[in-house]
C-alpha cells in the first residue's frame, strides 16, 4: 500500500481538497484571471482541467505548479533575523522570487498562500534515523521533515529513493548509508563484519558497489580493521560515518578522518584526565569479547562501570583540545539526544503513553518495551543511576561543543524504542534547545548543517532564491520557543503545497495501518 500523489496533498490537490486550518488560498485557480466576473462559464473552462488533475497530476505538474506566499515571516536559516512581510515565489520545485511583499506582485498564474501572521522555514532533516515500512514514510513529509539520512542502508532503500525522486513514493529525500560494518562478531546480525585490515578494506569495496553514500562504522570494530576503512574510504572517496568504535578514541577518529560521530560514542572518554586508560580498558574489554564465546553484547556491562570513572575524572581542559580536533578535523556531531533521552528513561512510564504512539503499528510497539530489549537486561538500580548522570553530562558536552564552534546535525535514532519518524525531530530540536543551543542553532541543526554536511548548499538547507522549494509554514514563531515547529500548518515539499488537511489525510490513513 502506498500513497499517491493523486490522493494526498499534491498539486493538483489544491485545487481539489479545500483549504487547510488556516490557510487561506486566496487564488487557487490556474491561470484563470480573479476577476472573471461569469462563474459558470469559468467553470466549464475549467472542467477539463480539473479532470486532467484528477488523472494525470504530474503530467500537469510543470506548467501550473507556480505558488506564491505573501506576507510571510522568514526565517531563512542563514542565521539573519526573521524578516516580516515577505513574499516568496515558487516555480516548479525551486524558489525563484523572494522580497517585501509590498514590492513583489505575485504572477496572475499563481496560487497564492496568505501567510499572514505565520512563520516559513526551510524543510527540516533527521540526519540519523533507521526505518523499513513504506507506509508510514509520509510521517516525515507530515512533520515537516522533507529529508532524512538512512543509517543502516539496504536495497529497499535505494528502491524507495528512486521511486521518490520519480514521483510515484511521498517520501523525504534520503542520503543513504551502507550495511552497518562492524568487527568479527558484530553487535547486529547481518552486518558488514571485518575483523583485520584487508576485511575493512573489502568492506568499503563492497558497500561502494551496492550504492551507499557512506559507510556506516559501528562499535565493535577492531582497530586495525578500522583504521584501513578510513584508509581506503579516502581513496575510494566515500565518507564513512558513524559510532566511534571502542577500541578507538573520539581524537583518533577524527584526525582518521570520521565525517560524523553519531550518539558522542567515545566523547565522554576522550574528555577524561585517565583518558588513555579509559581506551585501554575498552580495548581489553573487546579483546575479550572477540577471543571467548562471549555474547556481543557483553560488551555493555564488561564497560558500563568505564562510564562511571569518565565523569569522575572530567576534565574541561581535555574537552576543549578535543573539541578543536573536531573543529580543525571537520568532524561532524549527531548527538541524537532523543535517543540517548529515551534509552536512559526508558522505564519512565508516560514513555509507553505518549499519544503519538497511535501511528506506530503493534509490533513496533511492542518492540520497543524494554523487557524485550536485550540491551536494557539486567541492570542495576545503580547502572540506571549512572545512565541519568551520563545523560546530563552529555547534554553538557553539546551545548559545549556549540560554544566551541564544533558542527552540529539533528538527528533522533528514529526506529529505535519511542524515537517517532517525524515527529522525533521536533523532540531532538527541543532536546538540542535544552543542551545549550540557541533555537536558531537547533534550526540550522536540522536545515542549514544537513545542506553543508552533504555539500548540497546549492539546493538545499536555507529559503533563498534557487534553492530547492521545501519549506514549513508554522502557526507560531519558533525562535520564541522552538516547540512552535510543531505547529505545521502546511508543508512545500519539492514545489508541492500539503495543507493542513493534506498531512492530517496523510496521519489519518498511517493511523489506519497502524491499528
Ligand atoms: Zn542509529
Redesign the pocket.
Known amino acids: 500500500m502506498r500513497f499517491s500523489r493523486a490522493l494526498t496533498g499534491n498539486a493538483g490537490s489544491r485545487g481539489l481538497t479545500g483549504p487547510g486550518r488556516g490557510l487561506k488560498l486566496v487564488r487557487t485557480v490556474m491561470g484563470m484571471s480573479q476577476n472573471s466576473q461569469n462563474g459558470s462559464n469559468r467553470l466549464v473552462l475549467l472542467l477539463p482541467f480539473l479532470l486532467l488533475l484528477l488523472v494525470a497530476p504530474s503530467v500537469l505538474g510543470a506548467e501550473q505548479n507556480r505558488l506564491v506566499f505573501i506576507h510571510a515571516t522568514v526565517i531563512d536559516a542563514t542565521g539573519a533575523p526573521a524578516q516580516p512581510d515577505v513574499t516568496v515565489l515558487i516555480t516548479g520545485d525551486r524558489i525563484t522570487g523572494m522580497g517585501p511583499s509590498a514590492d513583489l506582485q505575485p504572477p496572475t498564474n499563481a496560487v497564492v498562500v496568505d501567510a499572514t501572521g505565520k512563520f516559513l522555514i526551510p524543510g527540516l532533516w533527521d540526519m540519523?534515523v533507521?526505518w523499513y515500512e513504506q507506509d508510514y514514510l509520509p510521517l516525515f513529509i507530515a512533520n515537516g521533515v522533507t529529508g532524512i539520512r538512512i543509517?543502516?542502508g539496504m536495497p529497499l532503500h535505494h528502491e524507495w529513493r528512486k521511486e521518490i525522486e520519480s514521483g510515484s513514493l511521498l517520501g523525504p529525500r534520503m542520503l543513504i548509508a551502507s550495511a552497518i560494518v562492524d568487527g568479527p562478531k558484530p553487535f547486529w546480525p547481518g552486518s558488514i563484519t571485518a575483523g583485520n585490515a584487508a576485511e575493512g578494506r573489502q568492506a568499503v569495496l563492497e558497500a561502494r558497489q551496492a550504492g551507499a553514500d557512506f559507510i556506516k562504522v559501528y562499535s565493535l570494530l577492531p582497530r586495525e580493521a578500522y583504521f584501513a576503512i578510513a584508509d581506503e574510504a579516502k581513496k575510494q572517496g566515500i565518507p564513512f560515518e558513524g559510532h566511534v568504535p571502542i577500541a578507538v578514541s573520539a581524537g583518533e577518529a577524527s584526525a582518521a578522518g570520521q565525517k560524523s560521530i553519531?550518539?558522542l560514542t567515545g566523547i565522554l572518554p576522550a574528555c577524561s584526565s585517565r583518558k588513555d586508560h579509559l581506551l585501554k580498558s575498552a580495548q581489553e574489554a573487546l579483546a575479550t569479547v572477540l577471543t571467548t564465546a562471549d555474547e556481543p553484547a557483553s560488551i555493555i556491562p564488561r564497560t558500563r562501570h568505564l562510564g562511571q570513572v569518565a565523569l569522575e575524572t572530567y576534565s574541561p581542559l581535555r574537552a576543549e583540545a578535543l573539541f578543536a580536533e573536531f573543529k580543525t578535523n571537520h568532524t561532524w556531531q549527531c548527538p541524537?539526544l532523543t535517543?540517548l533521552h529515551n534509552i536512559t528513561f526508558i522505564d519512565d512510564p508516560s514513555l509507553a503513553r505518549d499519544s503519538r504512539l497511535k501511528y506506530m503499528s503493534r509490533d513496533i510497539r511492542s518492540s520497543w518495551d524494554p523487557a524485550r530489549d536485550f540491551r536494557f537486561q539486567n541492570r542495576t538500580s545503580e547502572d540506571i543511576a549512572l545512565g541519568k548522570k551520563v545523560y546530563q553530562k552529555e547534554l553538557e558536552l553539546v551545548g559545549a561543543m556549540q560554544r566551541a564552534g564544533v558542527d552540529i546535525l539533528a538527528g533522533t535514532?528514529t526506529?529505535?524504542p519511542y524515537c517517532l519518524p517525524g515527529f522525533g525531530l521536533h523532540d531532538e530540536l527541543g532536546l538540542l534547545v535544552q543542551a545549550g543551543l540557541t533555537p536558531m542553532q537547533a534550526l540550522q541543526a536540522a536545515t542549514l548543517n544537513p545542506a553543508r554536511f552533504m555539500g548540497r548548499e546549492k539546493d538545499l538547507g536555507t529559503i533563498e532564491p534557487g534553492k530547492l522549494a521545501d519549506l514549513v509554514l508554522l502557526d507560531a514563531n519558533p525562535l520564541a520557543d522552538i516547540a512552535n515547529t510543531r505547529k505545521i500548518d502546511a508543508v512545500v515539499y519539492g514545489g508541492r503545497l500539503y495543507s493542513r488537511a493534506a498531512l492530517d489525510g496523510m496521519l489519518a490513513r498511517v493511523e489506519t495501518f497502524a491499528k
Open positions: 540519523h533507521h543509517m543502516w553519531e550518539h541524537t535517543v535514532d526506529g529505535n
